[in-house]
């Protein structure tokens, strides 16, 4: 496995393992973002890669494919009015998406979940987001999804 001092994926899982497979985890995200975005989870990728072209073509239709299932679950679980996938990296040069379920009310709604921390968003109130009625075991269903195979 490649790794690279410093860097926080390499250092650390990025947030709750849900699925650590060979080459990918999922992972919840924990913290502030987690309470403000309800399911909020990243796929990273094990070995310190920085660019999806980086990755060979099986690898790269893998963990797209873990992107896509990861989406179709929290969907399915806790049906947000619309699901935000990106890939940046410019702070984290190490190679994972943001699945982040969104509902008309959460806190940076209709802007990116990143418009909370401009300066202009740090004075405004936050709302926390909508919940789905009922228990909801996100954590548990991705889980199962991942363990599926």
């Not at 849900?18 to 309470?35: I, M, N, T």
């Not at 660019?51 to 099986?58: C, G, I």
């Not at 921390?117 to 004075?123: D, G, K, L, N």
Request: hydrophobic share 40%; aromatic share 8%.
């Amino acid at each position: 496995m490649t790794i690279a001092s410093g860097c926080e994926l390499c250092d650390g899982d990025g947030g709750e393992v849900l699925f650590r497979g060979d080459r990918f985890r999922v992972v919840a995200v924990p913290g502030d973002e987690a309470k403000l975005y309800p399911g909020f989870c990243r796929v990273v990728w094990n070995d310190h890669v920085k660019e999806m072209t980086d990755l060979r073509s099986p690898d790269r239709d893998s963990f797209m494919a873990a992107v896509y299932r990861l989406e179709a679950v929290l969907r399915n679980t806790l049906s947000p009015v619309k699901m935000n996938l990106a890939s940046l990296g410019n702070l984290t040069p190490h190679l994972h998406w943001h699945v982040i379920p969104r509902y008309a009310d959460d806190a940076a709604y209709p802007k990116p979940v990143w418009a909370l921390s401009s300066p202009a968003a740090q004075t405004a109130t936050i709302r926390l987001p909508h919940r789905p009625a009922g228990p909801v075991d996100w954590r548990a269903a991705v889980r199962t999804e991942f363990a599926a195979g």
